[in-house]
């Protein structure tokens, strides 16, 4: 079952700008993963933020995490054409598997 | 450092015939195994799952099977193939233990039935 839910579905802008993504999801999780899909190759993971943390950063990317909203945000600073991909958040449930949204499709325009 | 290796990239194969698509993972011992379908623009849907040789779990009832013969080798087949069976197929390994692990991906076998 889908259990995370990407919003907006795609997202267009230009370089330089910053891109947020939101993930909604509908139960408990262990932890919430947000990864990145360049055009037809495999997943790259980028952050994990577990069920006790509300915000994690790793260069360029902040995730926050709000459990009370069942909802995480990935925001991209200062966007670049090489970030242009699909991206995907991921929970994990009770069960330790991981739950996959639909993603958000980021196009860079230089 | 860890890699995985999932091959063949593309493979165009008549309804009905066999399937034997293979991942390995290298630099890493008793990883947990996971084969996954991507539809065209949506998200991944688990299949197989395996902690360890000769453990499957599946998923969602279907016409594909996983075996894991090694440690680290994980393979997809099918007796017949049809033609919902076409999509990308991904293979992953994340650490044995541990709850708050990412997985990390093969390139995928996009897999076309005609």
């Known amino acids: 079952s889908q259990q995370g839910e990407e919003d907006p579905q795609a997202l267009s802008i230009q370089e330089g700008e910053n891109a947020t993504m939101n993930c909604s999801y509908k139960?408990?999780?262990?932890?919430l993963q947000w990864y990145r899909q360049n055009s037809g190759r495999g997943l790259v993971h980028l952050i994990l933020i577990r069920s006790n943390e509300r915000e994690k950063h790793s260069g360029r990317l902040r995730v926050t995490l709000d459990t009370s909203k069942k909802s995480s945000s990935l925001l991209i600073t200062a966007s670049r054409a090489a970030d242009t991909a699909s991206y995907f958040c991921?929970?994990?449930?009770?069960?330790?598997?991981?739950?996959w949204g639909a993603g958000t499709k980021l196009i860079i325009k230089p | 450092s860890q890699t995985i290796h999932q091959w063949p990239a593309t493979l165009v194969q008549p309804v009905g015939s066999p399937l034997s698509l293979e991942c390995t993972v290298e630099?890493?011992?008793?990883?947990?195994l996971y084969w996954y379908r991507q539809a065209a623009g949506r998200g991944l849907q688990l299949l197989f799952y395996?902690?360890?040789?000769?453990?499957i779990s599946s998923e969602v009832p279907q016409n594909l099977s996983a075996s894991r013969p090694q440690d680290r080798q994980f393979i997809l087949s099918s007796k017949k193939l049809l033609l919902s069976d076409s999509g990308f197929y991904l293979c992953?390994?994340?650490?044995?233990?541990?709850?708050?692990?990412?997985?990390?991906f093969g390139d995928g076998t996009r897999l076309s039935i005609l």
């Open positions: 630099g890493t011992s008793n990883p947990n």
């Open positions: 992953a390994w994340s650490v044995g233990a541990g709850r708050n692990q990412p997985q990390h």
């Open positions: 991921a929970t994990m449930d009770s069960n330790y598997q991981l739950i």
């Open positions: 395996s902690v360890g040789i000769g453990q």
């Open positions: 139960t408990s999780i262990n932890n």
